[in-house]
């Protein structure tokens, strides 16, 4: 059985555990990071030198971290289409979009650090406004994106989705002022209908 070390308020074990749902596969779930612990050990750092969450083990013995990567691992080994898209470029443009999180996202770690995990008399309410600011280009190019499609990659839900999905949750749930982006709004109502994404992603944010 496949082991997963992370605990379910962290958005990149929220992926792992969205993917793990979607390809219908059991798991077992030891809480790590944070108040748990467990990362700073030999044990888990022979496992993932960054000392970070998610960290999985195969029941085959294949070690992964990184988020992105273990949910395009599981899609590829254990999915099927079109969560794994056999078309090649329809993979690509679903790993595009899984990049895309990874380079143009940043700015909402300070905005989400801040207001939900910074006590209020401790938090740089400047540094929030400039990454609200920066946030609001940067979902507008998702939003302009999906004017003709319901998903990232096109018209069916991808591994692809998982990624951006779960940072779509966060940023529509922040106690922040957003431009009105609909097309937005309306791809998150259709996220809200996967189950995996209703019992792992859209919670109250912690």
Not at 22 to 46: C, H, L, N, S, W
Not at 168 to 174: A, N, T
Not at 177 to 200: F, I
């Amino acid at each position: 059985m496949l082991t997963l070390w992370g605990r379910t308020n962290s958005i990149n074990v929220m992926k792992v555990l969205w993917v793990l749902d979607e390809i219908g596969m059991k798991y077992e779930r030891k809480d790590a990071g944070m108040q748990f612990g467990v990362v700073d050990t030999p044990e888990y750092r022979a496992m993932n030198p960054n000392g970070r969450v998610p960290t999985i083990k195969d029941d085959d013995g294949t070690v992964l971290f990184e988020s992105n990567t273990i949910t395009r691992y599981l899609a590829a080994r254990y999915g099927q289409p079109p969560l794994y898209p056999a078309y090649p470029p329809l993979r690509a443009k679903s790993e595009m979009w899984m990049d895309w999180q990874l380079s143009s996202l940043g700015d909402m770690t300070p905005v989400f650090w801040q207001l939900i995990r910074t006590p209020a008399e401790k938090r740089d309410m400047a540094l929030v406004e400039r990454s609200c600011k920066a946030l609001e280009t940067v979902w507008g190019i998702v939003d302009k994106h999906l004017a003709d499609k319901r998903y990232l990659a096109g018209d069916e839900f991808t591994y692809g989705d998982i990624p951006v999905g779960c940072f779509v949750h966060r940023y529509l749930s922040l106690p922040i002022e957003r431009p009105k982006l609909e097309n937005l709004a309306a791809y998150y109502e259709r996220l809200k209908q996967r189950p995996g994404y209703v019992k792992h992603v859209a919670l109250p944010l912690t």
